[in-house]
């Protein structure tokens, strides 16, 4: 068996490549290790050779070269290792609070780019969407070309804003506090009278 090295510890005089590989994949057990489960894995190995399948021999290196401590030493230094790790990600990126409101931020500028965004008809249209409707049924059916408020892109954008006020400490609101530029709501109001008018004149065709 080629040199191997120790997981936790020095190696000691005496100690064999074997007992080292035992010793090694004792440690990789991790907490609730213990010598039983080593030899019942050992014994059970069928693809490579085990460093010996003899529970008193395991006993016997477990005793002589402390693997105890040494089970000690590696748990010990993959907690810290663990926590060092946890504690440079909770100190970085999007565990930091400047971090995420600088992404939703980013995030509220481009959803209001395209509820404002104009085509060359000065139409609104990421917040007017084309649709269809039927009216009537079978050979009676019409298709009427009707166009659809987009109201998921709004909520959206109000999900957006209410992430942000929750990072920045909650929401205040007080009467004249909020200047949002929405659209105008009487050219909402008078393209929703259009959709209801273009409704109603394909009920009247079928109705002759």
Known sequence: MANINLLSGERQKGESAKATQACNDY????????????????AESSQNLPPTRSK???????????????????????EAAKNERAREIMQSGLSLTHERVDK??????????????????????????PDVKQIGAGEYAERVDIERFNSAIFEQYRGVLDDLAKETGGRREKQGDINVNFFDLDDWKQKAKENAAQMDEAAEMLDE
């Not at 440690?27 to 050992?42: E, H, I, K, N, T």
């Not at 006993?59 to 000690?72: H, L, N, P, T, Y």
């Not at 939703?104 to 007017?128: P, S």
């Open 104 to 129: 939703l931020k980013t995030l509220a500028d481009f959803i209001e780019v395209q509820m404002f965004e104009q085509g060359e008809d000065k139409e609104y249209h990421n917040v007017w969407l």
């Open 56 to 78: 008193a021999t395991i006993k016997d290196w477990s005793v002589k070269f402390d693997w105890i401590k040494r089970a000690e030493l590696y748990d010990a230094h993959l």
């Open 27 to 42: 440690l990789r057990m991790g907490p609730g290790r213990s010598l039983a489960d080593l030899a019942r894995q050992y």
